[in-house]
């Protein structure tokens, strides 16, 4: 079972890097629009590239749907606030990955690569835990965090009351 989980996480691995490499093949024949207004530019085709260009694009679309499972298994995503708004709402990079191209992209292709980094050394750190024997706790140590917290609550409320006693003029 534990070959398993670790063939699974590896084969997520490289469906993460395959993402990363479609989406670096399309931003390699992609050139910026500048706008005439302010803001960022639009990604579109280089000139003569717009075949390869097309191409890219539809392999990052199949890729992506793999990419966007995996970072969710992870929990590997990011915050987007919405322009004229206060609020934040989660986004998937590899789900949302074409707003990169539009003129009001969610992320750039930095976050992008931090997140995929983020969610492929999480993988990577999970490669040898299942393999790893499970240790049985510590006996006691479930009641020493009630002790200490014990303590500590009964000699700050002991501080705490003498304070308030001392400032009220109680025992001068």
């Excluded at 292709?109 to 040898?128: F, K, S, V």
Aim: glycine share 10%; proline share 6%; net charge positive.
């Amino acid at each position: 079972m534990d070959s398993v989980k670790k063939v699974e996480r590896e084969k997520r691995i490289r469906e993460l890097y395959e993402f990363r490499a479609a989406l670096g093949e399309l931003l390699a024949v992609s050139d910026a629009e500048e706008r005439s207004y302010s803001g960022p530019p639009t990604i579109v085709s280089k000139p003569g590239h717009h075949g390869d260009w097309v191409a890219a694009r539809a392999k990052v679309d199949r890729l992506a749907a793999r990419a966007a499972h995996t970072l969710q298994a992870v929990g590997v995503g990011m915050s987007y606030k919405p322009a004229g708004t206060m609020q934040t709402v989660a986004v998937n990079p590899a789900a949302s990955w074409a707003t990169m191209l539009g003129d009001r992209p969610m992320f750039s292709p930095h976050d992008m690569d931090a997140c995929l980094n983020q969610a492929i050394g999480a993988l990577e750190a999970n490669l040898g835990s299942s393999s790893e024997p499970t240790r049985a706790p510590i006996p006691g140590a479930r009641h020493v965090p009630t002790i200490v917290v014990g303590i500590v609550i009964g000699a700050g409320s002991t501080v705490a009351g003498g304070l308030i006693l001392w400032w009220l003029g109680v025992g001068r």
